[in-house]
Every structure is written in C-alpha cells, then in structure tokens.
C-alpha cells in the first residue's frame, strides 16, 4: 500500500467535525504520521473547546437560577396638595386664626370707640 493510499484510507475514516477543520489547512503533509500529528493536535482543540462549552452553559445555567425574579413595578401613589409629606411644615391650626381674628377685632372696636369719645371731646371743646 502506497502512503498516498494509507493517506486516504486514515482521511476517509475521520469524523467530520476533524475534516470541517482540515479546510483551512494550506499545505497537505504528504506523510501519514505527519497527518496523524496534525489530526491529534485538532481534535485535541475540538475536545478542550466542547468542555468549555459545557463549562459556560453550566455557568449560565448556575447564574440564572440564581438571579431572582423581578420585583413587580412600583406604582407611585399621588400627593395631594393638602397633606404634606415634610417635616418642617405644620398643619394650620383655624382655632388660632379664629381667636386671633377675635382679638384683633375687639382691639379695633375698642379704639375706634375711644376714637370717637375723642371726637366728641374735640366737638365739644370747639363749640364752648
């Protein structure tokens, strides 16, 4: 048997993941052990490549069960202009301005009283 025949035979028997590899392969050795170096050497690479594979879809599987869910949205609930949500502002207290209405008003007719008794002394002292 030739060595070009021993060539074919060990080529026709290879997987065809090894053969999709031997397409880029520019110069063809023209020794058969030459050809078993390089087809030990490819699926040498092709096997490290299908344990990474298997080593990132373990790795994808392992984080995604481990991310949990999403929250549900939160919906914003509205501020109404009447309350206030900050602690440096007070509820007016009404009673306050109702007794400070109260009191003011009795100031003012209180004056205006004494007012018009000054008036009527300043009448008086004109027509005398």
Do not use: C
Request: glycine share 0%; aromatic share 2%.
């Amino acid at each position: 048997m030739t060595e070009q025949s021993k060539i074919s035979r060990f080529y026709d028997g290879l997987k065809s993941e090894i053969k999709d590899n031997l397409v880029s392969l520019v110069t063809r050795p023209s020794r058969l052990a030459d050809w078993q170096q390089i087809i030990v050497q490819i699926d040498a690479n092709l096997t490290d490549r299908e344990r990474d594979r298997t080593r990132e879809s373990r790795h994808v599987k392992e984080s995604s069960s481990s991310i949990s869910p999403p929250s549900p949205p939160v919906t914003p609930t509205p501020v109404t202009t009447s309350e206030s949500t900050s602690s440096d502002v007070a509820p007016m207290d009404i009673d306050a301005l109702t007794s400070l209405e109260h009191h003011d008003s009795s100031i003012s007719s209180s004056s205006s009283s004494s007012d018009s008794e000054d008036a009527d002394s300043s009448i008086s002292d004109s027509s005398i």
